[in-house]
């Protein structure tokens, strides 16, 4: 009986792992995380996201620390995705069209590092895509100016409060981000 039970135990562990879905994660800042995350919502192969704040010094900071400027996160949004279904290039792809990169720590009317554009990579293999995306856009003269976007390896990421997360699917109102 109990090698039995073993048996089934294994057999359906073994499939639950077949039909799980391989999923990586992908941290992006490019502003208002509100518009951020409302556009990568709607790509075919993001599973979930969620707001939050990344890149600072003080642990588990609020909304209201982060708009003083002081902690040193911005605002992110951390992706959940499955690669068979969107590739990492073109999510970083997408993140580039969807916000000015050559702003430094600003976007449109709003201001402070907190606003900044960066990458924050998972692998060595992100650093490498996000990396050769941001230069593949230099070269290609679209703008004026230099591209300012920051490319850091993931750090810890701090989930933004309730009222934050899906703000214009609650809320209503139009995406600031489009592409």
């Excluded at 941290?27 to 518009?35: N, P, S, V, Y």
Aim: positive net charge.
């Amino acid at each position: 009986m109990k090698l039995l039970l073993f048996s089934l135990l294994i057999a359906g562990a073994a499939l639950a792992e077949e039909g799980a879905v391989k999923t990586e994660k992908a941290t992006f800042a490019a502003g208002c995380f509100w518009g951020v995350e409302s556009a990568f919502r709607q790509v075919n192969g993001v599973i979930d996201t969620q707001v939050g704040y990344t890149g600072g010094k003080t642990g588990k900071p609020t909304y209201k620390e982060v708009c003083t400027d002081t902690t040193g996160h911005a605002e992110a949004i951390e992706i959940t995705f499955d690669p068979d279904k969107v590739s990492y290039r073109t999510l970083v792809g997408l993140f580039f069209k969807m916000h000015d990169p050559t702003q430094v720590n600003r976007q449109g009317p709003d201001v402070g590092t907190q606003y900044r554009s960066a990458v924050f990579y998972h692998s060595p293999e992100q650093k490498v895509a996000a990396e050769a995306t941001k230069a593949a856009l230099e070269k290609s003269g679209k703008y004026k100016k230099p591209v300012a976007t920051q490319i850091l390896p993931a750090g810890p990421f701090y989930r933004a409060e309730e009222y934050h997360q899906r703000y214009f699917e609650k809320n209503g109102g139009p995406a600031c981000h489009i592409f």
